[in-house]
C-alpha cells in the first residue's frame, strides 16, 4: 500500500520544539521530492519546506526560515522537520507529501499523508 504516515505532533508552549516524521512506504520515496505543508482552520495550505531526492537541496518559507529544518533518511524512509522556537501562529495541521516536482507548491505533489496536528500556546 502507497502511504505516508506522519506523526510528532502535539501540544507544546510557545518557543518549544517537536520533531515531525513523514514515514513512506510502497513506492520509490528516494525519487520522491518531499514535502512539509500546514493549514490552520480558514487558511489555505501552505508550502512550509521541501526536500529534494536529486541533490538534497532545501527550501523554507519566510515564515519557518531559520526556525525549521527538513532533513532525510533514505534507509529509513522517512523526512523529518524539525521545528523549533514555535510561535502561536504556527499552529494548523501539518501534512507531508511526495511528488515527482522539487517545488513549494501542494498542487506539484500527487501522494499525501493524513496530517498531524501541531498547537502552540502563548
Known amino acids: 500500500e502507497v502511504q505516508l504516515v506522519e506523526s510528532g505532533g502535539g501540544l507544546v508552549q510557545a518557543g518549544g520544539s517537536l520533531r515531525l516524521s513523514c514515514a513512506a512506504s510502497g513506492f520509490p520515496f528516494d525519487d520522491y521530492a518531499i514535502g512539509w505543508f500546514r493549514q490552520a482552520p480558514g487558511k489555505e495550505r501552505e508550502g512550509i519546506s521541501c526536500i529534494s531526492s536529486s541533490d538534497g537541496g532545501t527550501n523554507y518559507a519566510d515564515s519557518v526560515k531559520g526556525r525549521f529544518t527538513i532533513s532525510s533518511d533514505y534507509a529509513k524512509n522517512t523526512i523529518y522537520l524539525q521545528m523549533n522556537n514555535l510561535k502561536p501562529e504556527d499552529t494548523a495541521v501539518y501534512y507531508c507529501?511526495?511528488?515527482?516536482?522539487?517545488?513549494?507548491?501542494?498542487?506539484?505533489?500527487?501522494?499525501w499523508g493524513q496530517g498531524t496536528q501541531v498547537t502552540v500556546s502563548s
Open positions: 507529501a511526495a511528488g515527482r516536482t522539487y517545488a513549494t507548491a501542494p498542487r506539484a505533489y500527487d501522494l
